[in-house]
């Protein structure tokens, strides 16, 4: 994927960036609940498979925030043209596999290769990246669960990949809404930057069919 060197000492977030990358755990993430009533009458209506269809509309949001699609990478900071996904898959022995997806194709080309991507992660794939990882969002869901926050685990020393998790959905009033939760390196990423996460994400999921 292609990237660019951003230069931070004329950066207007130059202080921020050196703050926070001094930090050991320098992350700051959230949880909102983003309504997909819309969306939910897309899926249903098209028959197409939830968790694939959530996971183009949860990547194509967070691909329009360019900070989002910042990493540190040996000291610098890159900026990705598009970010892909690294998604969690379960097994049938209760493990789970990671999967690479693009999302940057067009939505029914991304549906065919997704559906067999995650077939192949399911019966034959582990938990060893085999490329680099610097341009992935990595995205997992906990479909069992309404929660309201979410911790997640995070390496040592501190990755710059951003984190996308959602939970399960649930209706009330005639409405359905969703957990999401998005953790973020603070250097790269403030409270505004997220917050255009969620309204883009509103944004795409309440467009009707």
């Known amino acids: 994927m292609n990237k660019r060197i951003l230069d931070m000492t004329g950066d207007p977030r130059r202080e921020q960036f050196a703050y926070f990358s001094s930090m ?12 997909i009533t819309a969306l939910m009458e897309r899926i249903r209506g098209d028959g197409t ?5 959530l996971t183009y509309e949860v990547m194509a949001a967070a691909n329009a925030v360019p900070q989002l699609r910042r990493r540190i990478e ?6 990705y043209e598009s970010c892909r996904c690294s998604c969690t898959v379960a097994k049938p022995d209760g ?34 990246e085999d490329q680099d990882h610097g341009e992935f969002f990595f995205v ?20 710059s990949n951003v984190r996308i998790s959602w ?8 409405r359905t809404s969703l957990p999401v939760t998005i953790l973020a390196h603070h250097a790269l990423v403030d409270g505004i930057h997220l917050g255009r996460f ?3 994400l509103e944004r795409r999921a309440s467009k009707a069919r």
């Open 24 to 35: 050991a755990n320098p992350y700051a993430g959230v949880t909102c609940q983003v309504d």
């Open 74 to 79: 040996e000291g610098q900071v890159v900026e």
């Open 140 to 159: 997992s869901c906990v479909p069992w669960l309404r929660y309201t926050d979410m911790v997640m685990p995070v390496p040592s020393p501190a990755y």
């Open 95 to 128: 493990a789970y596999a990671y999967c690479t997806l693009d999302t940057a194709l067009p939505f029914e080309e991304f549906l065919e290769m997704g559906r067999t991507a995650l077939e192949t992660a399911k019966y034959g794939g582990t938990i060893v």
């Open 167 to 174: 939970g399960k959905w649930t209706e009330e009033n005639g």
């Open 49 to 53: 498979p939830l968790f694939l269809s």
């Open 198 to 200: 969620y309204e883009e």
